[in-house]
């Protein structure tokens, strides 16, 4: 379910950016594993001062008529009820429409209106698919003007999370996440990260313990945290506070002000708080930083689902539901 | 600290908006209960099509000096450290600025560079008095042009918030809150809204919880529950899940997906899943329906604090953080 990423970032890094009308707003639609890709590419567009938004819901937010972004609808399947519903209403606005997909109706859209569009390799769960579905919106944006080449960042990505990974040998990642998920056991993690990277990193560990260890997760950023959050870490009782285990996601390219924060916050809660642990991000571009402190959590959760027992790839419930809806 | 809010909303209604040039993007920047009040108004600003986001932390967006958007500074101290720096960085861009304190370093700012604000109420926690900051974000909305008279949803607003509270007799607002204060007590609250109205109002009580409770509390929402955090709560092991307590905003406004949605999603943690409780919106308005769901947060957080003998007002260890930043 990880070994394969380090792959797709070089996979996509190849990729020739489709042709697209210049652009200078975007909006991402999709859901879970697809949508979360989405939360990936706006972080490299702030970081190159690029407006990239995300949607995860049915239709289009109603400024969508007044701002006119171009929708990149990404859906690992195809099929994704919302991410349909999402096309739909862009259609209707006359917006222009990128797709991101393995094929299903998506792709058939797509194909049928001309929409420019990548196809990813097929036979994943979406969430193991991270790479091919980030490198892939990451060029749509290329496609349009606005963004440079992203092959750089992509092959950094590559090689830093690989060496994470360890090459056939355990890599430091794992032990590292070895030592967390232990903590972890029998907690609900609470993630929490900063600015950019940090912050989705510390979504994908949420969702990632969620869908492969089958448990409740939560997360939330920086300075924020500080404004509310701590007051209930601070003070809570016993067996509240027993509940949970906090995971600190650090970003080498965290502000002063950030990391004095952490450091304090981390003092006030020593005595009173549950486990904290810190994991921090490595390699420079803003992309590479969130790969490997978000493959941190891919590995964290796989562990968790080993010590619990529980198969990571299937999600019957998710199954029956769709099924029931 | 709750019971002058529907007070708050009238007062509100009768300010005149400032004068302001024409804008069409809004972003607030706030941090605790002066942030979260530029959340409200991005959720009636969404529901009129028009474009406002929240920005929590120190500096702007990268996207800030492409997009262009009215800064809204809202500090309820007019002292937050994240804030001043947001205008800072608001004045580097020659971005237009328009503010909304009690006074403060902020109002200072204001005068000198003759920024058009809104000077609210004094003397409340800054969470206390969500209505005032509410409200004057969306007349600064309506000074730009880009939203119609507020007034009626602002007086729908009181209307509504005061028949929930009873007026001097408990209202049945109270004792719904009641019930779930019951069912959360010695839990971790997980709150779920959907879009919107309920989505902020899910926010609200998480934070109204951590600062007035002194409890940890997350939220999230659907449809992206569905596609990830659901696999938590559905197979999470019993003694994880009897840690929580889910309470679901339900809202008038929400579509027919997402009410089956919850209705099924409820239906499948039914036999599994900790204490599932819901609070449903009243009113007309986006403004009426955030507000109500929110002040049923307001109450239990405060019932929350009862139960466990803490003090709602006071946030000591915030005041430690700051005294030592």
Redesign the interface.
Known sequence: MIEGLPDQYRWAARLDPPELAAA??FLVCG???S?ISGDFAAVV????????RVH???GL???A???RPLVIAASYSGNT??TLSAVEAARRLDLDIAVVSTGGELAGIAEDNAYPSITVPPGLQPRAALGYLVGAALQILTGAGALSDPAQALLESANATESLLGSGEPGAGRDRAGSIATALE???P?IWG??GPSAVAAQRW??Q???N??????Y??M??I????????????A???R??GIVILRDKGE?A??S??FD??VE?LRDQAPFVGEVWSSGESALARAATAALMGDLVSVLLAEV?G?DPVQ?D??T??KN??
């Open positions: 200078s707003s859901m879970g594993g949508g567009g702030a970081d190159a001062g690029i407006d990239v995860k819901d049915y937010p109603a400024w008529g007044a701002v009820a919302e029998g907690r609900v609470i900063s600015a949420a969702k313990i969620n869908e260890a089958k448990l409740p997760a939560y939330s950023t300075p924020e500080d404004h509310n959050e701590l007051v209930g870490w601070g003070s809570a009782p067996e509240v506070s509940s949970a502000t002000e950030i004095r924060r304090l916050t006030l619990a529980v999600v419930i998710i029956q539901l029931r809806l």
